[in-house]
């Protein structure tokens, strides 16, 4: 389903829309009332043959009543309003899991709880970047951070907007109430990238998430294969190593994104789909040619062709 906050698949987003539609339902009569008086009034009073315009005023049953009802209209829009703003601001209360969630330009990167269940064998918690699975039915709290400059996350079937900022922390909570795939992206202008800093979301039942989470576990730990063992040790002994984090390898570079799922991704960066052997090799030897802006250098003419295809063939491992 495409991103749409006025179809709610979770409680978080109801209690937006809700606000939004009773506004809406009230705001349309106001400017029926309002439009129409000014119409009646320009044609019934206006001057013409046989009648010279005046201006008039006063009617105090008018007066009351264009003072009561907005008075009335504006105490219950607040009410409502702070009713559902404390719901959405109850982040704490009711949470099943706390995933952490780091945007930089121009991916996001999402750290499961510190739980077995996502344990990779390393000892290090399963990380995943632009997709995060949740299960159907219960409340996940998301905290927010920013690698470099001031991002957004909004996945507005779900829920609300929240600003991810440099060096703070804050909050927001998910939850969907029918499995799917629901969509989002950064909403706050990031750079050149922005575009496409996307969101998904996949929320798994609740009997099958933890058969997912084996199986994202398995491919999380699927590092050291021998086929490709060349290919990795490229990698490490590159600069690529600077800048991307591999869970399980000496990686941990912080600038660029999450690598250690890159194979299972939709797409790379955002621009590039599927992740096939033809598509990372693009990427690998030339990514600013086809993401302009991006940190990432040329390699080309750097490593051989071998060398690149060495990599390509170990990142299609990271699954």
């Excluded at 043959?49 to 007066?63: D, T, Y």
């Excluded at 499995?179 to 750079?191: H, I, M, N, S, V």
Aim: charged share 15%; with cysteine; hydrophobic share 40%.
């Amino acid at each position: 389903m495409g991103p749409w906050p006025l179809d709610p698949r979770g409680p978080q987003a109801e209690a937006s829309s809700l606000v939004y539609w009773v506004l809406f339902a009230c705001a349309i009569p106001v400017l029926a009332i309002v439009c129409g008086s000014l119409i009646y009034s320009g044609i019934k009073f206006r001057e013409r043959a046989g009648h010279e315009a005046k201006q008039f005023h006063g009617h105090n049953l008018l007066e009351l009543i264009w003072t009561v009802v907005p008075t009335v209209m504006v105490i219950s829009f607040t009410g409502l309003s702070w009713n559902k703003l404390n719901e959405i601001n109850n982040v704490d209360a009711g949470a099943a899991m706390t995933v952490k969630v780091e945007g930089r330009q121009w991916a996001w990167a999402f750290t499961y709880p510190d739980q077995q269940i996502f344990k990779l064998q390393d000892g290090t918690t399963l990380v995943a970047g632009e997709q995060l699975d949740i299960p159907v039915g219960q409340k996940i709290k998301i905290e927010l951070t920013s690698k470099d400059v001031i991002h957004s996350f909004w996945v507005p079937n779900l829920g609300g907007k929240k600003d991810a900022v440099p060096g703070h922390t804050t909050s927001l909570w998910l939850q969907a109430d029918q499995p799917g795939t629901y969509k989002g992206q950064c909403f706050e202008f990031c750079g050149e990238g922005h575009a496409d800093m996307l969101i998904t979301i996949v929320a798994h039942p609740q009997s099958e998430y933890a058969t997912w989470a084996v199986s994202a576990i398995a491919d999380a730990n699927r590092l050291n294969d021998p086929r490709t063992k060349v290919g990795r040790d490229t990698f490490l002994a590159s600069a690529c190593v600077g800048c991307h984090t591999v869970k399980g390898t000496p990686a941990a570079g912080k600038v660029g994104p999450e690598l250690t799922h890159i194979a299972s991704k939709p797409n790379i960066a955002g621009v590039l789909s599927p992740v096939n052997q033809e598509n990372l090799t693009k990427w690998v030897s030339d990514a600013p040619s086809i993401k302009p802006g991006i940190l990432m250098p040329k390699f080309k003419g750097i490593l051989t062709d071998q060398q690149i295809n060495d990599i390509v063939q170990w990142l299609l491992t990271l699954k």
